[in-house]
């Protein structure tokens, strides 16, 4: 199993480039089923999550081809099965989002319950409330979410509390529904407007997305007069984490191909740990030469707010900042997991519930750490930067389904970092 061993103590300095959105190209790949014929989708991620996505596709009995540049067409008119089963699933959260598409376009859909990060409860009991007001049959057994329907029909649905996937899901099976669906409380992220604006290019009709209410008028079919090729956003929570890095080891980093109005909230925690931020139309360029981070009070709430997916990252930048800064998840009950591990590091973190309140020290010490999530592995690779001695992060499998090469990344900005296998040396 591959590990990543990192020499701390040096201050990153240089460029790197965000890869496209993780976030969004997975929802905008299934919802190519949803199209009358092949689309193909740039910017494209390499990643562990992305490639399960494909083989899930694949084994439908979709035609999935993929280019050197991660260019991917989607062709659902071969499909011969409407399965999404465990062996993937289980991997991957994301798989729920074939949900929708699967019952909207071809009446009927078996996908297994869904797995990915052990961050909490994330019940999928929204996304099928929903489908069943759109006039889907759904029961659930052998953990499996069995699904059967004639047409969807356009509903008023009223989510209960923020669902990214929910919302997903939902704008994506009323493309094809009879009449107008109108989701209320909807999610705002920009990986929801950028899914929608795949789905228009495919002559979805869709107004709203980026605000709290998302209103579908449903098609026949989509099939553009156009053949569609479509450009992923870039990874917002990769940016940030790149910025943070910068800002852990007192460094100078310039992040390209960034959208920097995604991060506003990111950027003013950063600037309020000390940073001096410079933004252009596609960068952000973060100074904190010479200086020790200032530590910064966080609460993850739905976007526009500050994003649950960035609170390790931060807490990470609170072990050595100066003064105490607090941390509030919101979000997911179970996310705090990687504080444990910054423990084995030195850090000073005493947890209360949901908050979780951590002492500022001058430096980490290294030790060896195993990650628990996707967003939890790159905390503890940050903190590796700047933890004295040489860091191991075990089970890295979990930082590959959300960043592409970080290694090769955090290199280009001059960390001393490598990936090993001991089974290999």
């Known amino acids: 199993m591959d590990r990543l061993q990192i020499q701390g103590g040096i201050a990153l300095e240089g460029e790197v480039r965000t890869s496209g959105a993780k976030n969004a190209a997975l929802p905008i790949l299934a919802a190519g089923l949803l199209s ?14 992305v490639t399960t996505m494909i083989a899930l596709l694949s084994r439908m009995g979709v035609s999935v081809t993929v280019d050197e540049k991660m260019r991917v067409e989607v062709d659902p008119t071969s ?41 909490g409860a994330r019940p999928v009991n929204l996304h099928v409330a929903g489908l069943e007001k759109m006039g889907a049959d ?30 997903e899901n939902l704008m994506m099976a009323g ?4 009449g107008e669906t109108v989701l209320e409380n909807a999610a705002r992220e920009p990986e929801v407007v950028d899914l929608a604006e795949f789905l228009i290019a495919m002559g979805a009709k869709i107004q709203g997305a980026g605000t709290d209410t998302i209103t579908i008028q449903g098609m026949d079919k989509l099939r553009p007069t156009n053949a569609v090729e479509y450009t992923v956003l870039p990874d917002r929570i990769e940016a940030g984490t790149y910025l ?48 020790r981070p200032k530590a910064v009070d966080i609460r993850t709430a739905p976007h526009p707010a500050f994003p649950t997916d960035m609170q390790a990252q931060f807490a990470a930048l609170n072990t050595v900042a100066d003064g105490v800064g607090t941390v509030i998840e919101t979000i997911f ?27 500022g020290l001058p ?15 790159a905390s503890l690779v940050l903190a590796g930067l700047v933890a004295r001695g040489v860091t191991e992060v075990d089970r890295i499998y979990h930082v ?26």
């Open 79 to 119: 499909i011969r099965e409407y399965v999404a089963p465990y062996d993937l699933v289980k991997t991957m959260r994301a798989s729920i989002l074939v949900l929708g598409p699967l019952l909207a376009r071809f009446g009927k859909a078996d996908v297994s319950l869904p797995g990915g990060c052990a961050i």
């Open 36 to 49: 009358d014929g092949p689309v193909t989708i740039a910017n494209v991620p390499h990643l562990k999550d």
């Open 138 to 167: 759904i029961h659930i057994e052998n953990g499996y979410i069995r699904a059967t329907a004639g047409r969807l029909k356009g509903a008023r649905i009223v989510f209960d509390m923020v669902t990214v996937t929910g919302t």
């Open 363 to 377: 430096y980490l010490t290294a030790a060896p750490v195993m990650a628990t999530d996707l967003r939890a592995s």
């Open 333 to 359: 009950e179970n996310r705090f997991m990687h504080m444990l591990e910054m423990r084995r590091l030195g850090a000073d973190i005493r947890i209360e519930g949901n908050t979780a309140i951590i002492t």
């Open 244 to 291: 943070v890095a910068g800002a852990i080891t007192a460094g100078h980093v310039r992040i390209k191909n960034v959208r920097p109005g995604h991060l506003d909230a990111v950027i003013g925690k950063l600037q309020a740990s000390g940073a001096t931020i410079a933004v252009g139309p596609d960068w952000i360029d973060l100074d904190m030469r010479g200086r």
């Open 400 to 425: 590959d389904r959300g960043y592409e090469r970080i290694e090769e990344k955090l290199e280009q900005l001059g960390a001393r970092i490598k990936r090993v296998n001991p089974r290999r040396t």
């Open 175 to 178: 493309t094809l529904a009879e």
